[in-house]
């Protein structure tokens, strides 16, 4: 798997910390292509996510939807996609 690199190297990097913290899994479960069922996130540690990630990136309101299928790389590029609106 490659590198991601620059300002989306550092938001995974960021999202990665949060969701080890709040889903109390290994660094190393934290993938790209892990989703939050993979995480054994349930929807209140889904809620507690959304919400560090919220106060992290002032996105308002994170209105992306994390569901069991949500992957950690889907909540990088909605961020992505907001920080480049902003």
Known sequence: MAELKGKEGEVFAKVKEIIIREARVEEAS??????????????????????????????????????????????????MEQLDEA
Do not use: C, H, K
């Open 30 to 79: 934290v993938t790209p292509d892990a989703t939050m069922n993979d995480l054994y996130a349930d929807s209140a540690t889904r809620m507690s996510i959304g919400d560090e990630l919220d106060r992290e990136y002032e996105l308002g309101v994170l209105d992306v939807d994390l569901d069991e299928d949500t992957t950690v790389q889907d909540i990088v590029n909605f961020i």
